[in-house]
Structures are given as C-alpha cells and as structure tokens.
C-alpha cells in the first residue's frame, strides 16, 4: 500500500474505535516520576499518542512476564496438565522502532525452531502500532549503529511518523491494512511535503551514525580475543542487580516449575537471567561456571556471538536501556566498540 496520513484528530478517533476492538491496549502513559512506561488504557485512558524518549520497560514485559502459569496440574501422579490459554487481543500502540526489532528478534527463539506455545498465542492475538522516533532517545543510545532505528524496518502492523500537521502511515501488514480498511474516512494519502521533511530528518539523524561490524565482534569473541582484562574489569562492576536482564527487550532466559498441594497445583514459568550463579547449576549442585566473571560474560555471548551465529544477527538493539540502569556503569556500547578498535588494531 502507499504510504497514508492521519492528522492527530483522527488519530484520537482511531485509538478510541480500537479500544473497542481489542480486551488490552497497551500504550505509552507517564506514572510515578513523570516515567514513561507500556500500560493498559482501555479502561482509564492516558496514553501518550507521540511522545519523547523511550519507555522504562519494553512491551516484553506483557508477551514474556516476570512470571506466568503454563499449565493447571488436574494430577501430578498421572501426569495430568491442562494448558492455561491466553487469548487476550492485545493492541501494541507506540512502540518505538528498537523494540519492534527486538520482537522480530525474540520471534526467532521462540517461533522458529521448536515453537512455544504461550509466545505463539500471544503473538498471535496482537497488533504492534509502532512510533518513529524523532530525535534518539538518550545519549547512550545506538539503535541506528544496529539498524534498530529511528524507523522500523520491519516486524510492525502500522507504523506512524510523526510530523507538523499529522502522521504519515506505514503499513506493514495484512492486520496492518485491515485497520486501515476498516476505518478508511481517518487516512488520506500521505501529502509529498510531510514525507520529504521525514526523510531529511531520518538522514540528519543518521549523519555520524557508524555501523557496527557485528560479525567482527562476534569472531573476535569466539576467538577468544577479548582480554581476561576485560572480563575481570566488568565483574567487578557487576553487582547482579538484573537490571540489565529484566530491561533488556530481548532476553529470553527462562525457568519451569511446579508449585504443588496434595498432588495438585500449577506449573510456572519464571524470567531467569544468565548473569545469575544458579542459572546453569546441575544436579548435585555442580556449576559449570563456577565464577562471577563467567557468569556475567554469558550475557554478553549471547547477545553478540551465539546470536550471531544461531540468527545472522546479535539480540542488541541499541536501546541503552541496560546502560542508563547499570549502577557499575557496565555499557555494552563500550564494550563493543572495545571489542572492534581491537580488531581494527590487529
């Protein structure tokens, strides 16, 4: 379809009918310190139709919880477990581009190969409106280094540019152009000025933006040219708080348990975190990586070389987000750019 436009009044009209559409719509909304974090609107309203910056959490927190039941257990002795569905319409407004990428990203470990049954389902009974960004949202910031940003490439329904008088409309799917469809007296087409005053300022935005050799990293890194130096410098830093991990858009780490009564309960699952000591412990309590260091590389591994390697692309988006909370002043940016003087060096 062709690029549209919707002025903000519109805008308003669109948000209202589709709340009626769905049972959660999930937008951008200011609470407690003035922070911007992903909320249910339907209800009491409040969602920001464009706003500066990015949120605290990423909708990941809605479509992988800290916790959420798997399964209700009828009987444990016969192996009893009735799975618990979520079927919920969920409506995704005002994603910001990194975080659209970051869902493809978690897409692919959850869809790809084995597929999870709880991720599909909510994946299923979502749209994702996303929101370009007009300016980057802190300093520490490098979506556009990993082409995460300031517009989405790919993994939106709809995807709104904000502009003077409006916003200019990309459609990215079929559920995409079945909003569009469904409420044809909101759009027009996208007027020639409106589109040409967007691009000059995704180009001013990108001017100075180096993008990241990814796979040169992550050689480097499964060659084992990043200096015990470097591991030792960080674990120091690293007081596991999880800020970085319950942030990050993309982690995907996870644990199951059963919590049981009289040969009956439910089974969970629980966001677990590879910088955490117990997180590879075996039975007999054996622990593969027995120290701090090794444990806090596994975040790094994962996010820029077994990614690489397992997707053709790291599970970094740039969004700081582990950054701007670290109290070590731990930045993955740095790290990276470590990681690529050295091997320019070499």
Not at 74 to 83: C, F, G, N, Q, T
Not at 148 to 172: M, Y
């Amino acid at each position: 379809m062709k690029r549209l436009f919707i002025i903000k009044e519109n805008l308003k009209i669109l948000v209202k009918n589709l709340k009626k559409e769905c049972d959660e719509f999930i937008a951008p909304k200011r609470e407690h310190l003035d922070d911007i974090i992903f909320g249910d609107t339907k209800v009491d309203g409040g969602e920001l139709l464009e706003y500066e910056g990015n949120s605290v959490i990423s909708p990941r927190a809605f479509l992988l919880p800290q916790s959420e039941p798997l399964f209700e257990i009828k009987s444990a002795r016969e192996s009893d477990l009735v799975p618990i569905q979520d079927k919920k319409r969920r409506i995704f407004y005002g994603v910001r581009p990194c975080d659209i990428k970051a869902l493809a990203l978690m897409r692919r470990f959850f869809l790809d190969a084995v597929v999870d049954v709880p991720y599909q389902e909510k994946m299923e009974h979502s749209i994702f409106i996303a929101l370009a960004c007009n300016t980057l949202c802190s300093a520490e910031a490098f979506c556009c280094e990993l082409d995460a940003g300031p517009v989405a490439q790919e993994g939106f329904d709809l995807q709104l540019v904000a502009g003077e008088n409006g916003f200019l409309v990309d459609v990215g799917t079929k559920k995409g152009k079945h909003i569009v469809e469904g409420h044809k007296t909101l759009f027009t087409n996208a007027p020639a000025r409106d589109a040409k005053q967007a691009n000059a300022l995704f180009k001013d935005m990108a001017k100075g933006c180096r993008r990241i050799d990814y796979k040169k990293v992550a050689q480097a890194m499964r060659d084992n040219k990043v200096a015990e130096s470097v591991w030792d410098d960080i674990a120091l830093r690293c007081v596991v708080c999880s800020g970085c991990t319950t942030l990050c858009p993309t982690c995907s780490c996870f644990r199951v348990v059963d919590r049981l009564s009289h040969g009956k309960g439910v089974r969970l699952r629980y966001c677990d975190g590879c910088p955490y000591a117990g997180f590879t412990r075996m039975a007999g309590d054996n622990a593969p990586l027995p120290l701090h260091k090794d444990h806090i590389r596994r975040f790094f591994e994962h996010k820029l070389n077994v990614d690489v390697a397992r997707y053709g692309a790291p599970s970094c988006v740039g969004c700081a987000r582990c950054i701007r909370t670290c109290p070590g002043n731990i930045s993955i940016r740095k790290f990276i750019e470590a990681v690529a003087g050295q091997t320019k060096a070499e």
